[in-house]
């Protein structure tokens, strides 16, 4: 079993930055992919940037070239630079890892992260 605690929400305001963290303990799979992904109210949970275990990256349209996604394999912990924030990022940011091998994905609890004007 992993477990997966996130943590750096809170209120900002638009413009500015925020990181989030990720860490997993338990049973880590050594091939996996880490995510966040985040769920506004009345809306679908969307990813938000993906890293895979070989460096490979991906972003949705709407963050790209102001989200990063890291990870330090040594710390099992995955982070989230959110940088320019827009009102639109207001959401529940939850963290996610994928297990290539055994296909099973875990989340962690979320953390609200909220943009104010």
């Known amino acids: 079993q992993v477990q997966l605690v996130e943590s750096g929400g809170g209120l900002v305001q638009a413009g500015g930055s925020l990181r989030l963290s990720c860490v997993a303990s338990?049973?880590?799979?050594?091939?996996?992919?880490m995510a966040w992904y985040r769920q506004a109210p009345g809306k679908e949970r969307e990813l938000v940037a993906r890293?895979?275990?070989?460096?490979?990256?991906n972003y949705a349209d709407s963050v790209k070239g102001r989200f990063t996604i890291s990870r330090d394999n040594a710390k099992n912990t995955a982070y989230l630079q959110m940088n320019s924030l827009k009102l639109e990022d207001t959401a529940v940011y939850y963290c996610?890892?994928?297990?290539?091998?055994?296909?099973?994905?875990?989340w962690g609890q979320g953390t609200q992260v909220t943009v104010s004007s």
């Open positions: 996610n890892l994928y297990s290539v091998l055994s296909s099973r994905i875990y």
């Open positions: 890293l895979g275990s070989v460096g490979i990256t």
């Open positions: 338990g049973s880590i799979p050594s091939s996996n992919t």
